[in-house]
């Protein structure tokens, strides 16, 4: 059962609305792809093979790289269904593929809300912060949250491609139990959603205290306020803009299929809305690059030292192969 397509198919078939969702699909999931795949394949590439001082903070940023890479990566499967409009691929896949949407989603959000409770203890806490906050425990706690999140998605697992009108359709349950769906709902919602929501909001409203009203040492340290000021906006963005508006509009429409108002002129609408909403959650692969960025230490040195050191040899290279084509013309016309 994929809840991103579980709102878009509805037993009556004059409310489909594959017309708008397809097209939509098809483009959006092409551009988070290809922007996706090279931001978080360069951000992995300087985390784990240029940074040599690893922090608690790279830690949860490797692992969101990798949860969001694992999900651009399937991208291609769910453009090749809408493009040819029925699954026609290997059974398995249409299972990974729905798997590894939920898998991110739920896991950039933990992620984030981890990286944000450990920027909150350094500030706050910055004796207690260097006994506290460690590589190890940053290992522990992604650890925890791929157990928790991968077990928790396992039934996304068991959606297999069923035959409908002819055609094998992925994204798409057998059954609508609404009811059922709904409590689902209600449980990533709270646990999924809202904790960490709710917990990121107090932790950055400390941090912003702190950083406004301290005159010791944060108020002179620029690079730690302009590091804490961007992961604020960055990650407040993503819950803003990517999960806040999918968690609600699922929510909504959820109610409307219980309630059975299908093909009505609201519940048409939002069928369009949620297709929106869930490009939003999709984007925000594209959107953590900026974080890695902007946030993460040594991560702009790194890029531009090893930027550097390449245009070097290659400067040094085309010396010295400039300065064995002069001695080879010298040693010719001396002849």
Known sequence: MDWSSTYLNLSNLSCRNDEFKFPVFISVYSVVFVIGVIGNSVALYVFVKLTRRKTPSTIFMINLAISDLFFNLTLPYRIIYYVQGEWNLWSFLCRITTYAFYLNLYSSIFFLTALSVFRYIAILHPVKSKSIITLRRAVWVSLGIWVFVGLTSVPFLLTSPHLREGKYRCFEPKNMDWAQILKMNYMALVVGFLLPFLTIIVCYSRIIQRLRDSGGVLQKNIQTRKRSIYMIVIVLMSFLFCFLPYHVIRTVHLHLMVQERFCQPFTIVMQKVIVV???????????????????????????????????????????????????????????
Request: hydrophobic share 30%.
């Open 277 to 335: 909403t869930i490009c939003l959650a999709a984007a925000n692969s594209c959107l953590n690059p900026l974080l890695y960025y902007f946030v993460g230490e040594n991560f702009r040195n790194t890029i531009k030292t090893s930027t550097l050191l390449k245009s070097r040899q290659l400067s040094v290279r085309s010396a010295s192969s400039g300065s064995v084509v002069y001695r080879e013309r010298s040693q010719q016309q001396n002849q």
